[in-house]
Nanobody, 118 residues
Framework: QVQLVESGGGLVQPGGSLRPSCAAS????????MGWYRQAPGKQRELVAG???????NYADSVKGRFTISRDIAKNTVYLQMNSLKPEDTAVYYC????????????WGQGTQVTVSS
């Protein structure tokens, strides 16, 4: 079973930066495509940024040019560098491990709150 633990959320002013991280319980990056999702109050959970099974990255249009997903394979950790934050980025951010093997379950972290407010 995979465990994902997020950290690094918080309160930041508009225009500021945060870098949440997601630590996985083992060396899973070859078997799982990692991604970050977010869910704002009253809205559906949406993909923010993620790695494909081939290691490429994709981003939601709303964060392109502002957010960057990266990973440290040695530390089994995925990061989300968030710059030029806006109030509409306020949400709970979740780390996800999407299996590359058909039939395996996916896994979610517990979430970390990001609040952008002056």
């Amino acid at each position: 079973q995979v465990q994902l633990v997020e950290s690094g959320g918080g309160l930041v002013q508009p225009g500021g930066s945060l870098r949440p991280s997601c630590a996985a319980s083992g060396s899973i990056f070859r078997l799982y495509a990692m991604g970050w999702y977010r869910q704002a109050p009253g809205k559906q959970r949406e993909l923010v940024a993620g790695f494909t099974s081939s290691g490429n990255t994709n981003y939601a249009d709303s964060v392109k040019g502002r957010f960057t997903i990266s990973r440290d394979i040695a530390k089994n950790t995925v990061y989300l560098q968030m710059n030029s934050l806006k109030p509409e980025d306020t949400a709970v951010y979740y780390c996800n491990a999407d299996p590359t093997v058909e039939g395996w379950p996916d896994y979610w972290g517990q979430g970390t709150q990001v609040t952008v407010s002056s």
